[in-house]
């Protein structure tokens, strides 16, 4: 849709970001006592968090696997998360979003020393403004990394898209719903590797590739703040963990992991 104008001819998108910036990201590790690991991410409007449970034993029989671990990943949006109520439960997008990130997530996961198991990942969505597969896949990399199982690299996600004809990085809610193109792109940093990677609308060849080496330099500055969210709760001491000093709560997201 060329009709509504999203950048401005300075390059200014509505929320006065450049075309090559990422919304405000902040990641929290460890923030669920009865989970593994877990992870609480905000990008932008998006508020989501995330729980891992196990490498435990695969119960569904017929699914185990002899030789390793298998990753199951329930991706859910309450019904609260978006202006118009969304039906609960599972449809057909939450199905393929919970596919696509387990597919994700089983690359980065060293899954031969658990055979048999299944390691659970719960994303849940509290608030959803447009890329929210990209930040649940972030922030279920980290809670896996907090549960202590181990990994080849964590993998860091986000999106590059088209508005209005030119290619911008991080898709808001509105750039979303009447941009003309969309590229989700998950990649591990350490090992270089594309493990998630969708497309919704059209680019041209050169569109395109402009549009991932955007996304995955995204990805690789995404990771810093993964790092930065597991280096703020391991330097911890237990006794530290959400307060202060004075065992008052603290701003906990004030320092690490944090994009502003
Ligand atoms: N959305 C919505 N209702 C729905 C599904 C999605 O309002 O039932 C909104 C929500 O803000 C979501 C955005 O549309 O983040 C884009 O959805 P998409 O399927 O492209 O996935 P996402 O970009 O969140 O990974």
Redesign the pocket.
């Known amino acids: 849709m060329d009709d509504i104008q999203l950048i401005d001819k300075k390059g200014k998108r509505k929320d006065s970001r450049g075309p090559e910036d990422l919304r405000p990201i902040k990641i929290e590790a460890g923030v669920l006592d009865n989970a593994d690991g877990s992870a609480y991410i905000e990008w932008g409007k998006?508020k989501i968090i995330v729980g891992v449970y196990g490498p435990r034993e695969m119960h569904q029989k017929h699914l185990q696997r002899p030789d390793k671990a298998i990753v199951q990943v329930s991706y859910s949006?309450a019904s609260f998360?978006?202006?118009?109520r969304?039906?609960p439960g599972q449809?057909r997008?939450e199905h393929e979003?919970s596919k696509i990130i387990a597919e994700a997530l089983e690359r980065s996961i060293i899954s031969d020393q658990y055979p048999r198991t299944s390691i659970d990942v719960y994303i849940e969505?509290l608030e959803?403004?447009?890329?929210?597969?990209?930040a649940?896949v972030t922030a279920a990399s980290v809670a896996i990394a907090d549960a202590g199982i181990p990994m080849i690299g964590m993998v860091a996600s986000c999106?590059a898209g088209k508005i209005n004809g030119q290619v911008v990085l991080d898709?808001d809610?509105l750039e979303?719903?009447i941009g003309d193109a969309?590229l989700?792109v998950g990649y591990i940093p350490k090992t270089e590797e594309v493990v998630l990677l969708q497309m919704?609308g059209h680019f041209t060849p050169e569109e395109f590739d402009k549009a991932f080496v955007l996304a995955r330099g995204a990805c690789i500055q995404i990771q810093e703040l993964q790092k930065e969210a597991l280096v703020k709760k391991y330097s911890q001491e237990p006794e530290e963990n959400g307060t202060d000093d004075n065992g008052e709560n603290k701003d906990d997201m004030a320092e690490g992991g944090v994009l502003q």
């Open positions: 998006n949006m998360s978006v202006d118009e969304k039906k449809g997008r979003i969505v959803a403004s447009a890329g929210t597969r990209c649940g999106a898709l809610k979303d719903n969309d989700p919704d």
